[in-house]
């Protein structure tokens, strides 16, 4: 028999009895497009947790001195202006685009409309492109100023809020008291949803006018800028090189400071993620397998309410083989139909939540992905299979005359 | 030609063993037209599941065409039940929601066979049902059903055409024309075996073979089937 009759006695089956093959399909359908959707959900939350981090600059490292003590005793060195200059100067592959101090102190700013505790960030004029921000109005400090100690500061939005009225045109050019000194605000950096609440003014100006200022050399961090996201393991292992020639440390353990990336970090929420998805993947799956018995007990009944026209159609000649793939093609048209109206529906829903998601307030759109939408799809055709190999069986193995004495 | 060699059939029904069948010696030659009668219980059904091939004997050898059936699994079974057997039924047996054509079709598509629509419609054109080859069964009366089945019997040129109480269903004038018309398609040279408990009916036979607790009783051939005729129809307008 060929496989074409077997389609057409399969969907003459399945019409017969409408409502029944339509709610067997319901089971499959919801199960493979909520595998679709929610694998969709899962990558989304991921995609926008990547993009948030890789916002944070993926070729960015970081280094600060270790805490406590080193092994062995000794006392861990600070990092200091030096190992700036080191870094800095080092001739040695790959290229480093900037090198930059930070110095993290903590004030109260006095201004127009009132006071506000914040943490005061003393850097370089390479602050911005180090830490990915951006400048909202006016500008930030240029290297002259940095040398000349020049009594300038860039708010971030948040005390612009406190004590500028929200306003970053008006506070342009104002004056704010930072401990007993004056400062001018040059600029104010756009919100980055990681570090509002700062006020950043030239590493010189920080520890001459600020109390724990003074002639320390001290840094509490470096952020140093690889040329891309490819070139940070080798220049990460520059920079422990340069370091610890800088702080005469010839063992590696003995190492008082430590080097990390954001792509480490990238990295271990790349795994949180993956495991969320996957764990979304199977409550879907369960969907479908329930779908699965869904479609293997109406296969059963079909088979049963069927016996007659089945020793009918042996009577006349079917062999076994040819019953077992007729109940196999109609359990896995049944599947499939069901399957690809899931895939309709899961791509429907994905497309929506792409389009209106953003209605619903803090919510990250769901993203398709192909391979989810084709496995769902394949799985849905082998449940078909799988479910319906018994009943197909049972009906195969059916006796001509017992089934046609059936009533 | 079919031939029964001491053919035999027993069965479990619980406790006891029931000899549905014992000792049967028949032969059939081509287009002859054979009744077989007996009372209920007399053993009937066993005969004709095993004329049919639906069935094997537990004793004894069923020739079919000279091939010894006795033997063959379900597979083998099937095969020859679709090239050389056609069965009638008493409850016509069409498929529901399916043409009389495609009905018609259905052992030329189990037998992988070619030009399956054209010698369809030709199995429908003897028995006068080329007209009806779209409608539906339950668009069909009762007697035109079965003359589909029948057609569906023929259509794979059986060397056997076996009906198993074809009339059981059907009023007195659609009973006539069938026997009739199974009577018509063995002088054409098929070979017909019909089940019968009905005089009527088994009169338009040209043999009839009586059975009782699964023995042949009698084995009796008629006279021309023209006088058989009238007298059926004397006895239909007396009815």
């Given at each position: 028999m060929t496989?074409?009759?077997?389609?057409?006695?399969?969907?003459?089956?399945?019409?017969?009895?409408?409502?029944r093959s339509l709610l067997t399909m319901l089971g499959i359908m919801i199960g493979v497009a909520a595998?679709?959707?929610?694998?969709?959900?899962?990558?989304?939350?991921?995609?926008?947790?990547?993009?948030?981090?890789?916002?944070?600059?993926?070729?960015?490292?970081?280094?600060?001195?270790?805490?406590?003590?080193?092994?062995?005793?000794?006392?861990?060195?600070?990092?200091?202006?030096?190992?700036?200059?080191?870094?800095?100067?080092?001739?040695?592959?790959?290229?480093?685009?900037?090198?930059?101090p930070v110095?993290?102190?903590?004030?109260?700013?006095?201004?127009?409309?009132?006071t506000w505790r914040t943490s005061i960030v003393g850097s370089s004029q390479d602050y911005p492109a180090a830490l990915n921000r951006t400048i909202d109005v006016g500008k930030f400090f240029s290297e002259s100023q940095v040398k000349t100690r020049a009594r300038v500061v860039v708010l971030g939005p948040q005390p612009v809020r406190e004590i500028f009225g929200g306003i970053p045109a008006a506070a342009l050019g104002?004056?704010?008291?930072?401990?007993?000194?004056?400062?001018?605000?040059?600029?104010?950096?756009?919100?980055?949803?990681?570090?509002?609440?700062?006020?950043?003014?030239?590493?010189?100006?920080?520890?001459?006018?600020?109390?724990?200022?003074?002639?320390?050399?001290?840094?509490?961090?470096?952020?140093?800028?690889?040329?891309?996201?490819?070139a940070v393991p080798a220049a990460m292992a520059k920079v422990e090189r340069v370091l610890m020639d800088s702080h005469r440390i010839d063992d590696p353990t003995q190492k008082d400071f430590e080097v990390r990336s954001n792509l480490d970090l990238l990295e271990q929420y790349g795994e949180v993620t993956a495991v969320f998805t996957v764990f979304l993947a199977s409550i879907a799956a369960i969907a479908l397998l329930v779908g699965g018995i869904g479609v293997m007990n109406i296969m059963l009944v079909t088979v049963t309410e069927r016996t007659r026209e089945i020793g009918l159609r042996k009577a006349l000649g079917a062999r076994r083989r040819t019953v077992l793939e007729q109940f196999l093609v109609e359990s896995t048209v049944l599947s499939g139909i069901g399957g690809s109206v899931g895939v309709v529906l899961g791509v429907g829903l994905c497309l929506l939540g792409e389009r209106f998601g953003a209605a619903f307030g803090d919510f990250a759109p769901p993203q398709l992905s192909l391979p989810s939408v084709l496995l769902a799809f394949t799985v849905s055709l082998c449940i078909g299979l799988f479910f319906g190999a018994y009943p197909?069986?049972?009906?195969?193995r059916l006796r001509p005359i017992e089934a046609l004495r059936y009533e | 030609m079919i031939k029964l060699e001491g053919v035999g059939k027993s069965y479990r029904a619980g406790e006891a063993e029931v000899r549905a069948l014992r000792d049967v010696e028949l032969t059939v030659d081509d287009g002859d037209f054979v009744a077989i009668m007996g009372p209920s219980g007399s053993g009937k059904s066993t005969m004709m599941n095993i004329l049919g091939c639906?069935?094997?004997?537990?004793?004894?050898?069923?020739?079919?065409?000279?091939?010894?059936?006795?033997?063959?699994?379900?597979?083998?079974?099937?095969?020859?039940?679709?090239?050389?057997?056609?069965?009638?039924?008493?409850?016509?047996?069409?498929?529901?929601?399916?043409?009389?054509?495609?009905?018609?079709?259905?052992?030329?598509?189990?037998?992988?066979?070619?030009?399956?629509?054209?010698?369809?419609?030709?199995?429908?054109?003897?028995?006068?049902?080329?007209?009806?080859a779209s409608h539906l069964p339950n668009q069909l009366s009762g007697g035109q059903q079965q003359r589909v089945a029948i057609a569906r019997a023929l259509v794979t040129r059986p060397t056997m055409i076996l009906a198993d109480e074809p009339t059981g269903n059907l009023d007195t004038e659609a009973s006539c024309e069938i026997a009739e018309m199974l009577r018509r398609l063995s002088a054409a040279g098929r070979t017909v075996v019909l089940i019968t408990h009905e005089e009527e009916i088994a009169a338009y036979a040209r043999r009839v073979v009586r059975l009782r607790d699964g023995r042949i009783v009698s084995d009796t051939r008629r006279g021309l089937p023209d006088d058989v005729t009238q007298e059926i129809q004397r006895a239909g307008a007396d009815a």
């Open positions: 496989l074409r009759l077997a389609f057409v006695m399969a969907w003459r089956g399945l019409r017969a009895n409408r409502l595998v679709i959707l929610l694998v969709a959900l899962g990558n989304g939350t991921s995609a926008r947790l990547n993009s948030q981090l890789e916002a944070l600059g993926t070729n960015l490292i970081g280094v600060f001195q270790a805490r406590g003590s080193v092994s062995e005793g000794g006392q861990s060195q600070p990092l200091t202006d030096r190992d700036v200059e080191a870094l800095r100067d080092s001739n040695e592959a790959p290229r480093f685009v900037t090198v930059t110095k993290q102190a903590s004030a109260v700013l006095k201004g127009q409309y009132g104002q004056q704010v008291r930072i401990g007993s000194q004056t400062f001018e605000v040059t600029g104010v950096l756009e919100p980055n949803g990681q570090q509002d609440d700062v006020a950043v003014m030239p590493i010189t100006a920080a520890r001459t006018y600020l109390v724990d200022g003074g002639a320390d050399d001290r840094v509490d961090q470096l952020v140093v800028q690889a040329t891309g996201q490819d197909a069986k049972r009906a195969a | 639906l069935d094997v004997p537990s004793e004894g050898r069923y020739l079919l065409d000279g091939i010894d059936v006795s033997g063959m699994s379900d597979d083998e079974l099937a095969a020859i039940r679709n090239g050389k057997i056609g069965l009638v039924f008493q409850s016509y047996n069409l498929l529901p929601r399916t043409t009389a054509l495609a009905n018609v079709e259905l052992p030329l598509v189990y037998g992988n066979q070619r030009a399956r629509r054209s010698r369809a419609m030709r199995a429908l054109e003897e028995v006068g049902l080329a007209d009806r």
